[in-house]
Protein backbone atom coordinates (compact mmCIF):
# COMPACT_ATOMS: atom_id res chain seq x y z
CA UNK A 1 0.00 0.00 0.00
CA UNK A 2 1.62 3.80 -0.58
CA UNK A 3 2.22 6.22 2.08
CA UNK A 4 -0.54 8.45 1.92
CA UNK A 5 0.82 11.96 0.00
CA UNK A 6 1.42 14.99 2.62
CA UNK A 7 -0.28 17.91 2.88
CA UNK A 8 2.18 20.53 4.16
CA UNK A 9 1.12 24.24 4.68
CA UNK A 10 3.81 26.66 5.15
CA UNK A 11 2.38 30.37 6.76
CA UNK A 12 4.19 33.36 6.49
CA UNK A 13 2.96 36.93 7.91
CA UNK A 14 2.69 39.48 5.52
CA UNK A 15 5.21 42.42 6.04
CA UNK A 16 5.51 41.25 9.44
CA UNK A 17 6.75 43.94 11.97
CA UNK A 18 5.63 47.05 9.75
CA UNK A 19 2.44 45.51 9.90
CA UNK A 20 2.40 45.33 13.70
CA UNK A 21 3.61 48.71 13.78
CA UNK A 22 0.15 49.73 11.52
CA UNK A 23 -1.70 47.59 13.37
CA UNK A 24 -0.93 49.73 16.76
CA UNK A 25 -1.23 53.04 14.62
CA UNK A 26 -4.08 53.43 12.30
CA UNK A 27 -2.60 56.37 11.03
CA UNK A 28 0.84 55.23 9.71
CA UNK A 29 -2.12 52.88 6.73
CA UNK A 30 -1.57 53.70 3.44
CA UNK A 31 1.91 55.30 4.00
CA UNK A 32 5.04 53.92 3.36
CA UNK A 33 6.22 52.63 6.78
CA UNK A 34 9.83 50.89 7.25
CA UNK A 35 11.19 49.84 10.52
CA UNK A 36 14.63 49.18 11.09
CA UNK A 37 17.67 51.58 12.47
CA UNK A 38 17.91 55.65 12.66
CA UNK A 39 18.34 57.00 9.18
CA UNK A 40 19.55 60.27 10.64
CA UNK A 41 18.77 62.65 7.64
CA UNK A 42 20.23 59.73 4.78
CA UNK A 43 23.46 59.62 7.24
CA UNK A 44 22.32 56.23 9.13
CA UNK A 45 24.58 53.28 9.17
CA UNK A 46 22.15 50.47 9.71
CA UNK A 47 19.61 48.42 7.28
CA UNK A 48 16.01 47.93 7.22
CA UNK A 49 14.40 44.99 8.95
CA UNK A 50 11.30 45.49 6.99
CA UNK A 51 8.80 47.46 5.19
CA UNK A 52 5.39 47.76 4.01
CA UNK A 53 3.92 47.13 0.03
CA UNK A 54 3.83 50.99 -0.29
CA UNK A 55 7.77 51.38 0.78
CA UNK A 56 8.26 48.77 -1.73
CA UNK A 57 7.13 50.31 -4.21
CA UNK A 58 9.90 52.70 -4.24
CA UNK A 59 12.35 49.90 -4.52
CA UNK A 60 12.95 49.76 -0.18
CA UNK A 61 13.70 46.39 0.71
CA UNK A 62 14.88 43.81 3.71
CA UNK A 63 18.28 44.27 4.76
CA UNK A 64 19.19 47.16 2.73
CA UNK A 65 21.20 50.00 4.24
CA UNK A 66 18.96 52.49 5.62
CA UNK A 67 20.78 55.09 3.36
CA UNK A 68 19.69 53.80 0.77
CA UNK A 69 16.44 53.96 2.01
CA UNK A 70 16.29 57.76 2.44
CA UNK A 71 17.83 58.00 -0.62
CA UNK A 72 15.06 55.93 -2.14
CA UNK A 73 11.70 57.37 0.14
CA UNK A 74 12.30 60.59 1.79
CA UNK A 75 9.08 60.84 2.50
CA UNK A 76 8.80 57.34 4.30
CA UNK A 77 8.09 56.64 7.84
CA UNK A 78 10.60 55.34 9.85
CA UNK A 79 10.44 53.60 12.98
CA UNK A 80 12.79 51.50 15.65
CA UNK A 81 12.68 47.67 15.38
CA UNK A 82 10.69 46.93 18.56
CA UNK A 83 11.32 43.46 19.03
CA UNK A 84 9.36 42.76 22.27
CA UNK A 85 6.75 43.92 20.90
CA UNK A 86 7.22 41.85 17.95
CA UNK A 87 7.91 38.54 19.22
CA UNK A 88 4.78 39.36 22.05
CA UNK A 89 2.71 39.20 18.64
CA UNK A 90 4.37 36.18 16.99
CA UNK A 91 3.76 33.83 19.88
CA UNK A 92 0.16 34.66 19.94
CA UNK A 93 -0.21 34.05 16.43
CA UNK A 94 1.98 31.02 16.64
CA UNK A 95 -0.43 29.88 19.62
CA UNK A 96 -3.27 30.20 16.70
CA UNK A 97 -1.27 27.97 13.85
CA UNK A 98 -0.21 25.16 16.65
CA UNK A 99 -4.11 24.09 17.18
CA UNK A 100 -4.13 22.86 13.64
CA UNK A 101 -2.24 20.50 12.35
CA UNK A 102 -0.28 17.01 13.67
CA UNK A 103 3.18 18.80 13.47
CA UNK A 104 4.15 22.36 13.70
CA UNK A 105 7.36 24.17 13.25
CA UNK A 106 7.49 27.34 13.65
CA UNK A 107 10.30 28.87 11.01
CA UNK A 108 11.65 32.45 12.35
CA UNK A 109 9.63 34.90 13.95
CA UNK A 110 6.75 35.11 11.07
CA UNK A 111 6.85 31.95 9.74
CA UNK A 112 5.94 28.16 10.22
CA UNK A 113 5.25 25.25 8.56
CA UNK A 114 2.35 22.81 9.38
CA UNK A 115 1.88 19.07 8.66
CA UNK A 116 -1.81 18.72 7.91
CA UNK A 117 -2.26 15.35 6.26
CA UNK A 118 -4.64 13.33 8.62
CA UNK A 119 -6.64 16.52 8.88
CA UNK A 120 -7.53 16.68 5.66
CA UNK A 121 -8.84 14.37 3.20
CA UNK A 122 -8.01 16.11 -0.45
CA UNK A 123 -6.96 19.88 -1.85
CA UNK A 124 -10.07 21.48 -1.69
CA UNK A 125 -10.49 20.72 1.89
CA UNK A 126 -6.94 22.24 3.03
CA UNK A 127 -7.78 24.65 0.95
CA UNK A 128 -10.72 25.83 3.34
CA UNK A 129 -8.76 25.17 6.14
CA UNK A 130 -6.04 27.54 5.19
CA UNK A 131 -9.11 30.11 4.65
CA UNK A 132 -10.32 29.22 8.00
CA UNK A 133 -6.75 29.77 9.57
CA UNK A 134 -6.21 33.27 7.78
CA UNK A 135 -9.94 34.07 9.27
CA UNK A 136 -8.95 33.10 12.76
CA UNK A 137 -5.42 35.16 12.38
CA UNK A 138 -7.04 38.53 10.97
CA UNK A 139 -10.73 37.74 13.53
CA UNK A 140 -7.62 37.70 16.65
CA UNK A 141 -5.17 39.58 15.53
CA UNK A 142 -6.07 42.01 12.39
CA UNK A 143 -2.60 40.85 10.45
CA UNK A 144 -2.98 39.11 6.88
CA UNK A 145 -0.82 36.45 6.29
CA UNK A 146 0.12 34.41 3.20
CA UNK A 147 -0.60 30.67 2.79
CA UNK A 148 0.95 27.95 0.49
CA UNK A 149 0.15 24.42 0.50
CA UNK A 150 2.10 21.78 -1.42
CA UNK A 151 3.35 18.43 -1.15
CA UNK A 152 6.00 19.05 0.78
CA UNK A 153 8.01 21.81 2.88
CA UNK A 154 9.96 23.36 -0.25
CA UNK A 155 6.71 23.71 -2.55
CA UNK A 156 4.77 25.05 0.23
CA UNK A 157 7.45 27.45 1.20
CA UNK A 158 8.11 28.75 -2.89
CA UNK A 159 3.90 28.90 -2.52
CA UNK A 160 3.62 31.26 0.28
CA UNK A 161 5.64 33.53 -1.00
CA UNK A 162 3.89 33.32 -4.92
CA UNK A 163 0.69 35.49 -4.04
CA UNK A 164 1.45 38.47 -1.31
CA UNK A 165 -0.01 39.79 0.77
CA UNK A 166 -2.93 38.09 1.95
CA UNK A 167 -2.46 35.06 -0.38
CA UNK A 168 -3.28 31.58 -0.95
CA UNK A 169 -1.69 29.05 -3.56
CA UNK A 170 -1.44 25.56 -3.74
CA UNK A 171 0.21 23.68 -5.72
CA UNK A 172 -0.79 19.99 -6.24
CA UNK A 173 1.73 17.45 -7.06
CA UNK A 174 1.27 16.87 -10.34
CA UNK A 175 1.52 20.57 -10.84
CA UNK A 176 4.87 20.93 -9.51
CA UNK A 177 7.25 20.49 -12.23
CA UNK A 178 4.99 23.34 -14.14
CA UNK A 179 4.76 25.34 -11.13
CA UNK A 180 8.39 25.63 -10.52
CA UNK A 181 9.77 25.71 -14.03
CA UNK A 182 9.70 29.53 -14.74
CA UNK A 183 10.08 30.98 -11.36
CA UNK A 184 14.38 32.10 -11.14
CA UNK A 185 16.65 29.77 -9.42
CA UNK A 186 16.72 32.33 -5.88
CA UNK A 187 13.29 31.38 -5.13
CA UNK A 188 14.86 28.19 -3.79
CA UNK A 189 16.03 27.46 -0.43
CA UNK A 190 19.74 27.81 -0.21
CA UNK A 191 19.98 29.78 -3.50
CA UNK A 192 21.90 32.96 -2.11
CA UNK A 193 23.33 35.40 -4.18
CA UNK A 194 26.35 33.42 -4.87
CA UNK A 195 24.95 30.50 -6.10
CA UNK A 196 22.85 32.02 -8.60
CA UNK A 197 25.78 34.02 -10.44
CA UNK A 198 27.35 30.29 -10.68
CA UNK A 199 24.51 28.71 -12.11
CA UNK A 200 24.00 31.75 -14.61
CA UNK A 201 27.89 31.38 -15.46
CA UNK A 202 26.48 27.79 -16.80
CA UNK A 203 23.21 29.37 -18.27
CA UNK A 204 20.57 28.32 -15.52
CA UNK A 205 18.37 31.16 -14.88
CA UNK A 206 14.89 29.54 -13.79
CA UNK A 207 14.57 26.22 -11.89
CA UNK A 208 13.49 24.36 -14.84
CA UNK A 209 16.91 24.98 -16.10
CA UNK A 210 18.12 23.45 -13.37
CA UNK A 211 15.71 20.44 -13.38
CA UNK A 212 16.51 19.84 -16.86
CA UNK A 213 20.18 20.04 -16.18
CA UNK A 214 22.17 17.11 -16.21
CA UNK A 215 22.52 16.05 -12.61
CA UNK A 216 26.11 14.60 -12.47
CA UNK A 217 27.51 18.00 -14.05
CA UNK A 218 25.77 19.84 -11.26
CA UNK A 219 26.86 17.84 -8.72
CA UNK A 220 30.64 17.69 -10.55
CA UNK A 221 30.71 21.64 -10.19
CA UNK A 222 28.76 21.95 -6.56
CA UNK A 223 29.60 19.01 -4.83
CA UNK A 224 26.51 17.58 -2.88
CA UNK A 225 25.23 20.71 -2.59
CA UNK A 226 24.60 20.65 -7.01
CA UNK A 227 22.84 17.12 -5.91
CA UNK A 228 20.30 18.81 -3.52
CA UNK A 229 19.87 21.80 -6.08
CA UNK A 230 19.06 19.33 -8.90
CA UNK A 231 16.33 17.31 -6.30
CA UNK A 232 15.08 20.65 -5.00
CA UNK A 233 14.57 21.98 -8.79
CA UNK A 234 12.57 18.92 -9.36
CA UNK A 235 10.60 19.96 -6.43
CA UNK A 236 11.73 16.66 -4.25
CA UNK A 237 12.10 17.23 -0.64
CA UNK A 238 11.09 14.57 1.92
CA UNK A 239 12.60 16.94 4.84
CA UNK A 240 9.51 16.67 7.74
CA UNK A 241 7.17 19.15 9.73
CA UNK A 242 9.82 18.50 12.88
CA UNK A 243 8.32 20.13 16.36
CA UNK A 244 10.66 21.66 18.19
CA UNK A 245 11.38 24.40 20.77
CA UNK A 246 9.65 27.60 19.56
CA UNK A 247 12.51 29.74 19.78
CA UNK A 248 15.61 28.58 18.64
CA UNK A 249 18.00 31.42 19.46
CA UNK A 250 17.55 35.21 20.51
CA UNK A 251 19.95 37.83 19.81
CA UNK A 252 21.08 41.65 18.90
CA UNK A 253 23.38 43.30 16.65
CA UNK A 254 24.05 47.40 16.24
CA UNK A 255 26.10 48.82 13.37
CA UNK A 256 28.76 51.42 15.54
CA UNK A 257 27.55 55.09 14.53
CA UNK A 258 31.46 55.44 13.26
CA UNK A 259 33.83 52.15 12.81
CA UNK A 260 36.12 51.84 15.95
CA UNK A 261 38.68 49.89 17.58
CA UNK A 262 38.17 51.98 21.20
CA UNK A 263 38.19 47.92 22.78
CA UNK A 264 36.59 49.73 26.04
CA UNK A 265 33.83 51.15 24.08
CA UNK A 266 32.84 48.08 21.89
CA UNK A 267 32.46 46.19 25.41
CA UNK A 268 30.59 48.10 27.28
CA UNK A 269 28.32 47.96 23.91
CA UNK A 270 28.57 44.46 24.30
CA UNK A 271 27.57 44.32 27.68
CA UNK A 272 24.28 46.34 26.55
CA UNK A 273 23.62 44.14 23.65
CA UNK A 274 23.89 41.46 26.30
CA UNK A 275 21.67 43.10 28.94
CA UNK A 276 18.89 43.63 26.14
CA UNK A 277 19.13 39.88 25.16
CA UNK A 278 18.81 38.80 28.65
CA UNK A 279 15.89 40.69 29.26
CA UNK A 280 14.23 38.64 26.17
CA UNK A 281 15.36 34.95 27.74
CA UNK A 282 13.78 36.05 30.91
CA UNK A 283 10.17 37.41 29.40
CA UNK A 284 10.56 34.14 27.38
CA UNK A 285 11.34 31.87 30.67
CA UNK A 286 14.36 30.11 28.91
CA UNK A 287 17.76 29.09 30.11
CA UNK A 288 20.68 29.02 27.45
CA UNK A 289 23.77 26.88 27.42
CA UNK A 290 25.70 28.35 23.76
CA UNK A 291 26.81 31.96 23.55
CA UNK A 292 28.21 33.66 20.21
CA UNK A 293 29.38 36.92 19.64
CA UNK A 294 29.32 38.39 15.86
CA UNK A 295 32.17 41.17 14.18
CA UNK A 296 32.18 42.84 11.55
CA UNK A 297 35.53 44.72 10.76
CA UNK A 298 35.61 48.46 8.66
CA UNK A 299 36.70 45.63 5.43
CA UNK A 300 33.06 44.12 6.24
CA UNK A 301 35.08 40.72 6.84
CA UNK A 302 32.88 39.20 9.09
CA UNK A 303 33.43 36.86 12.03
CA UNK A 304 31.53 34.70 14.74
CA UNK A 305 32.81 32.98 17.75
CA UNK A 306 30.82 30.44 19.89
CA UNK A 307 31.42 28.84 23.10
CA UNK A 308 29.57 26.18 24.67
CA UNK A 309 29.17 26.67 28.41
CA UNK A 310 29.44 23.34 30.93
CA UNK A 311 26.05 24.30 32.43
CA UNK A 312 23.05 25.93 31.50
CA UNK A 313 22.16 29.38 32.57
CA UNK A 314 19.91 32.38 32.51
CA UNK A 315 22.33 34.69 34.92
CA UNK A 316 23.54 37.86 32.94
CA UNK A 317 27.06 37.92 34.59
CA UNK A 318 27.13 34.24 32.63
CA UNK A 319 26.36 36.24 29.68
CA UNK A 320 28.39 39.11 30.26
CA UNK A 321 31.73 37.03 31.13
CA UNK A 322 31.49 34.84 28.19
CA UNK A 323 30.70 37.34 25.12
CA UNK A 324 33.47 39.37 26.70
CA UNK A 325 35.84 36.86 26.72
CA UNK A 326 34.71 35.63 23.12
CA UNK A 327 35.52 39.33 21.98
CA UNK A 328 38.83 38.99 23.17
CA UNK A 329 40.47 37.85 20.21
CA UNK A 330 38.69 40.59 17.86
CA UNK A 331 39.97 43.38 19.47
CA UNK A 332 42.86 45.06 17.63
CA UNK A 333 44.34 48.32 17.91
CA UNK A 334 44.78 48.80 14.22
CA UNK A 335 41.37 46.92 13.12
CA UNK A 336 38.24 49.00 13.32
CA UNK A 337 34.66 47.58 13.88
CA UNK A 338 31.46 48.28 12.38
CA UNK A 339 29.54 46.13 14.27
CA UNK A 340 28.73 43.61 16.78
CA UNK A 341 26.25 41.22 17.62
CA UNK A 342 25.35 38.76 20.97
CA UNK A 343 23.38 35.31 20.59
CA UNK A 344 22.24 33.19 22.92
CA UNK A 345 21.37 29.43 21.84
CA UNK A 346 20.69 25.57 23.02
CA UNK A 347 17.80 26.57 25.12
CA UNK A 348 15.67 24.47 27.12
CA UNK A 349 12.94 26.21 29.56
CA UNK A 350 13.41 27.33 32.80
CA UNK A 351 10.38 25.78 34.33
CA UNK A 352 12.27 22.47 34.03
CA UNK A 353 15.18 23.78 36.05
CA UNK A 354 15.01 24.40 40.07
CA UNK A 355 18.10 25.66 40.99
CA UNK A 356 18.32 28.85 38.88
CA UNK A 357 17.94 32.41 40.10
P1 LIG B 1 10.00 38.14 5.98
O1 LIG B 1 8.85 37.20 6.13
O2 LIG B 1 11.13 37.77 5.07
O3 LIG B 1 9.47 39.56 5.47
P2 LIG B 1 8.15 40.35 5.79
O4 LIG B 1 7.21 39.56 6.64
O5 LIG B 1 8.51 41.69 6.33
O6 LIG B 1 7.56 40.59 4.36
P3 LIG B 1 6.77 39.59 3.41
O7 LIG B 1 5.39 40.15 3.30
O8 LIG B 1 7.50 39.63 2.12
O9 LIG B 1 6.80 38.24 4.09
O10 LIG B 1 10.63 38.46 7.40
C1 LIG B 1 9.86 38.54 8.57
C2 LIG B 1 10.36 39.63 9.49
O11 LIG B 1 11.73 39.40 9.82
C3 LIG B 1 10.29 41.01 8.88
O12 LIG B 1 9.05 41.66 9.08
C4 LIG B 1 11.43 41.72 9.52
C5 LIG B 1 12.43 40.64 9.88
N1 LIG B 1 13.57 40.68 8.95
C6 LIG B 1 14.72 41.38 9.32
O13 LIG B 1 14.79 41.93 10.43
N2 LIG B 1 15.77 41.45 8.42
C7 LIG B 1 15.73 40.86 7.18
O14 LIG B 1 16.68 40.95 6.39
C8 LIG B 1 14.52 40.13 6.82
C9 LIG B 1 14.42 39.47 5.46
C10 LIG B 1 13.49 40.08 7.72
MG1 LIG C 1 6.74 37.54 6.22
Not at 19 to 24: D, I, K, S, T, W
Not at 210 to 234: I, P, R
Not at 269 to 290: A, G, I, M, P, W
Request: a positive charge; aromatic letters at 8%.
Amino acid sequence: MSEKKRIIFHVDMDHFFTAVEERECPELKGEPVIVGADPKGGKGRGVVSTCNYEARKFGVSSGMPISRAWKLCPEGIYLPVNYGLYEKVSSEIMGILRKYPDKFEQWGIDEAFLDVTSKVKDYEEAEALAHKMKNEIFKKERLTCSIGIGPNKLVAKIASDFQKPDGLTAVKEEAVENFLAPLPVRKLLWVGRKTEQKLKKIGIKTIGDLANYDSTVLTETFGVMGTQLYLMANGIDRSEVQERSEVKSISRDITFEEDTADSEFILKTLDRLSEEVHKDVLEQNLCFKTVTVKVRYENFETHTHSKTLPFITNRLQDLKKTTRELMQEYLKPDRKIRLVGVRVSNFTSARKQKTLV
